[in-house]
């Protein structure tokens, strides 16, 4: 937008050609600099110092060679790559085992720490990730403490609903609704049930 705004009188009314591509150019990178700042990004460390430079290579080779078997039936390029994943999970598996014990011995508070190694190892200890909105009666709410008071509303009054919505469809001649289970859950609950999928993942996935 800024570059609209220039006039570029010392470029149009110039009559040195070196002159009006200095001018240009100073005129050019001001606007591109002040458009487009520098801006230092902190490398993310990694919090996982069993994962050697050995370890990443070895791991970038077997992706490597995992690539080359998806095309490629030669029986003997298979055993090897199963061998040699065998191998790098039992090194990673060593690396894991050596860093533990140590974080362990210079623990202060063993327990502690044993108690934090097996969260993180079972992926207890990941952060929660917090309903950023929700849309109630229309409206989106953004309040966190709206949120849980609306969520805690609904669970503490959707047992005597469900029994009104039964008695109701009872009164009305809907019988059915009674003896069919599947009936019953169509009925009180409109909306589907939202898909979840699971996912393992092994020490052979780290990468």
Same mark, same amino acid.
């Given at each position: 937008?800024?570059?609209?705004?220039?006039?570029?009188? !010392?470029?149009?009314?110039?009559?040195?050609?070196?002159?009006?591509?200095?001018?240009?150019?100073?005129?050019?990178?001001?606007?591109?600099?002040?458009?487009?700042?520098?801006?230092r990004a902190r490398k993310?460390?990694?919090?996982?110092?069993?994962?050697?430079?050995?370890?990443?290579?070895?791991?970038?080779?077997?992706?490597?060679?995992?690539?080359?078997?998806?095309?490629?039936?030669?029986?003997?390029?298979?055993?090897?790559?199963?061998?040699?994943?065998?191998?790098?999970?039992?090194?990673?598996?060593?690396?894991?085992?050596?860093?533990?014990? !140590?974080?362990?011995?210079?623990?202060?508070?063993?327990?502690?720490? #044993?108690?934090?190694?097996?969260?993180?190892?079972?992926?207890?200890?990941?952060k929660r990730s917090e #309903?950023?909105?929700?849309?109630?009666?229309?409206?989106?709410? #953004?309040?966190?403490?709206?949120?849980a008071e609306t969520f805690?509303?609904?669970?503490?009054?959707?047992?005597?609903?469900?029994?009104?919505?039964?008695?109701?469809?009872?009164?009305?001649?809907?019988?059915?609704?009674?003896?069919?289970?599947?009936?019953?859950?169509?009925?009180?609950?409109?909306?589907?049930?939202?898909?979840?999928?699971?996912?393992?993942?092994?020490?052979?996935?780290?990468?």
């Amino acid at each position: 937008m800024n570059l609209s705004y220039e006039t570029w009188e !010392q470029v149009f009314d110039g009559n040195d050609v070196n002159e009006i591509f200095n001018s240009f150019l100073n005129t050019f990178l001001r606007i591109y600099y002040s458009s487009f700042p520098l801006i230092r990004a902190r490398k993310k460390l990694n919090q996982n110092s069993w994962i050697t430079p050995g370890i990443i290579t070895s791991c970038k080779r077997k992706r490597e060679l995992y690539k080359e078997l998806k095309n490629n039936n030669n029986t003997t390029l298979a055993s090897y790559y199963r061998d040699y994943v065998r191998i790098l999970s039992r090194v990673i598996r060593e690396a894991k085992i050596t860093e533990n014990d !140590q974080l362990v011995l210079n623990s202060h508070n063993k327990v502690k720490t #044993t108690w934090g190694i097996k969260n993180k190892e079972s992926g207890k200890n990941k952060k929660r990730s917090e #309903t950023q909105a929700l849309n109630i009666e229309g409206k989106k709410i #953004t309040d966190q403490q709206t949120i849980a008071e609306t969520f805690n509303e609904y669970f503490i009054t959707i047992a005597e609903n469900v029994k009104r919505q039964i008695k109701n469809n009872f009164i009305n001649g809907d019988t059915n609704i009674m003896v069919s289970h599947p009936r019953f859950m169509e009925q009180a609950f409109t909306n589907p049930y939202p898909s979840m999928k699971w996912k393992c993942k092994t020490t052979e996935e780290i990468e």
